[in-house]
């Protein structure tokens, strides 16, 4: 059953981000427009409005200034609603001095197409919310400023936004069959195909923005495990490559079992493969490196018994590509003192 979480409301948010935005500025920013309308009611230039009609510039004015930091889509969810409301917060002020009340009834029919923009990127259970404020708001106004369609006001907004509220709904149903489908080509891009783990590209995941070091997230450093299937080429010529791939699926089932779900597990190439231990100490990680040497040597299969060399690295910091190379000549030092072995890198005088 699909899930609606704070990751699908943070991508829906990023996706109609620019249409809700701008929905919420051209609102406070239409409603200045409203100023000429005064103007035609009173026959004459209506000061009495002035101020409240403009009075809705200086939070277009801060929505343009903040917006750039926004990056969370709960905090655009109050934001971007919360001008809507300034604009209907100012008709009521200017509504006020009319002498003739009759067309709020049309304004406040506007303000509903408006909560419908804003509501693009918003979560639903926000927006029923968010735009039933609005009666609030003429239940309110009304109690100073007497609309004379009072009913007929309300009788008009129920509909409204019932009906915007079932767009809504259907658009953020819609926007589910667009977020699944970009879930499954990201993960298709960090993803092997034949035994399931990361592939290279996930690194731009494990690596700082900007730099070559790993973000390390806890009080421990990284454990990086560099391993290889001993004699696997063997095992393609004797049995076959269908064989070979029912090897490397059980070799990263033992992975699996062995690690963390905090943990990345990358197929580096062919037997090859890297494991990120991310905030483990250097004992930890030798445990489960002895762990999953130990868990493929015995395992059954039905094809033919293997062994896996670990080459291991405490990585604290710099330069991932030279600790994985000290990784790798780890497991080099494993493969040619006799295989299945787990090899330390500071245990070998020449890794510097």
């Known amino acids: 059953m699909f899930k609606y979480d704070d990751s699908f409301y943070q991508s829906k948010f990023d996706y109609y981000r620019k249409v809700s935005f701008y929905s919420a500025l051209l ?4 409603q200045t427009t409203y100023f000429f309308t005064d103007c035609q009611i009173f026959g004459r230039f209506a000061a009495e409005t002035f101020i409240p009609r403009f009075s809705v510039l200086l939070p277009a004015v801060i929505l343009v200034i903040v917006d750039r930091w926004i990056k969370d889509y709960r905090v655009g969810a109050f934001l971007y609603y919360l001008f809507p409301h300034f604009a209907m917060w100012a008709t009521i002020w200017a509504i006020w001095y009319l002498p003739n009340r009759d067309f709020a009834r049309e304004g406040f029919v506007i303000m509903h197409f408006a909560f419908l923009a804003v509501g693009l990127a918003m979560p639903l259970k926000y927006h029923l919310l968010a735009h039933g404020i609005l009666f609030i708001n003429i239940m309110l106004s009304n109690l100073w400023i007497h609309y004379e369609t009072y009913d007929l006001m309300m009788t008009l907004a129920t509909p409204l936004y019932i009906g915007c509220v079932l767009v809504l709904f259907v658009l953020q149903r819609s926007y589910k069959d667009h977020y699944s489908t970009l879930q499954q080509i990201e993960k298709e891009s960090v993803t092997d195909q034949l035994t399931g783990v990361y592939n290279r590209n996930v690194l731009h995941d494990i690596i700082s ?4 070091t790993i973000n390390m997230t806890g009080s421990e450093g990284v454990v990086i495990l560099m391993m290889d299937i001993d004699k696997f080429k063997d ?13 490397l699926k059980l070799f990263v ?15 580096w ?5 890297v494991v990120f231990l991310m905030n483990s100490s250097i004992k930890d990680g ?67």
């Open 27 to 30: 609102t406070v920013l239409m």
């Open 209 to 212: 923005e900007g730099s070559r």
């Open 235 to 247: 095992v393609n010529d004797t049995y076959g490559h269908e064989a070979g791939d029912t090897i």
């Open 253 to 267: 089932s033992k992975i699996t079992d062995a690690i963390k779900d905090t943990d990345y597990l990358v197929r």
């Open 269 to 273: 190439g062919g037997e090859e493969f």
């Open 286 to 352: 030798m445990a489960v490196a002895e762990k999953i040497r130990y868990d493929v040597e015995h395992a059954e299969n039905d094809v033919c018994p293997v062994t896996v060399s670990i080459g291991v690295h405490e990585y604290h910091g710099g330069d991932y590509h030279n600790a994985i190379r000290k990784a790798d000549i780890a497991l080099y030092y494993a493969k040619e003192n006799g295989r299945n072995m787990v090899v330390l890198d500071t245990d070998i005088p020449s890794v510097k």
